[in-house]
């Protein structure tokens, strides 16, 4: 038998219908239509109002689609891992309820928590457990209510973020297709520069810390910014040097979605034509855990077996990282 190599087989996604526009934005923070798509390239995010509703309505909805396209029986399913930074709550984990929502009723499931690398470091949890021989169906979903945690009189993070969540099937293959090589990093220092500081064992929630709003994401946005252009950009361009990729083989390449500028200084470093950049970023914003599959459900039709795909994200923690995959399917 042919080594098992672990190949996305299905994906899915989900974004509400509540759309808030830059205009919008303009009446609610000091802001600008003409700052916010010059300086991150976002025009729309998608927002789930219905307070009733947690992540786990995104992430729900994303796995059920993902289930109903490929037409699996969700029994079938042996884990489920939820990346997410906004769980429905601190205990039990979201994945659970998830996994046990959309009839995964055989599955264990656990959430985890890397910020916008969840879903990076996800597949290569997922692709561990299928490459080993120990599970056949691990389904990642990528999940994020980013409006639960942002403070919408803040300007620096608002324009920012959105809601949504995608999911991707991994499965073994036997033609040497799917997951090829990673490199997964982070480091502590960010936890200064992008953080929520309070509900956690350190500040545990008081009336002091709601009324400080030490709830909500805040953040640094400029050294973000610095330490995301040049980790990106070099952990992409070491796994292509170390797998002999150059911009005539790699096929697409599928980031984090930040911030364009930041997609860009990943891409220029790879030497990548815009085609093979694939960019959502406008219509959702920064979707949090939810860009990698969320890109991958939008442009699935353009995928093609054999094709070289680059992962690459960068995220708060700081956590970031780069995955070589050979995408597996023609839809
Ligand atoms: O998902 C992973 C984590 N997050 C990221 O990767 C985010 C990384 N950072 C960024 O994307 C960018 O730093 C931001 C989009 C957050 C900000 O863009 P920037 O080009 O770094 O702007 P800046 O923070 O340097 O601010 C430039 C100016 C400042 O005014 P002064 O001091 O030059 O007068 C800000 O006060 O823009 C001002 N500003 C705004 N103006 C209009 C900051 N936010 C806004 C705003 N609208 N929303």
Redesign the pocket.
Known sequence: MNKITAAITAVGAYVPDDILTNKMLEKM????EE??VS??GIKERRILKDPSKGTSYLAIMAAQNLIDKKNIDPKEIDLVILATVSPDMPVAATAVHVATEIGATNAFAYDLQA??SGFLYGMSTASAYIESGRYKKVLVIGADKMSSIIDYTD??TC??FGDGAGAALFEPNYEGLGFQDEILRSDGIGRKS?RIEAGGSLLPPTEDTVAKKLHYVT?D??T??KY?VSNMADVSEQIMKRNNLTNKNVNWLVA?Q??Q??VSATSNRMKLEDEKVLMNIERYG?T?SATLPLLLNDFESKLKKGDNIIFAT???GFTWGSIYLKWAYNS
């Not at 923070?29 to 600008?32: K, R, Y």
């Open positions: 923070v000091d802001t600008n700052w916010i300086r991150t910020a916008c300007r620096t324009i920012i992008l953040q946005g400029k973000v910014f995301a984090h930040a911030n500028r930041i920064n949090t960068f995220g708060g």
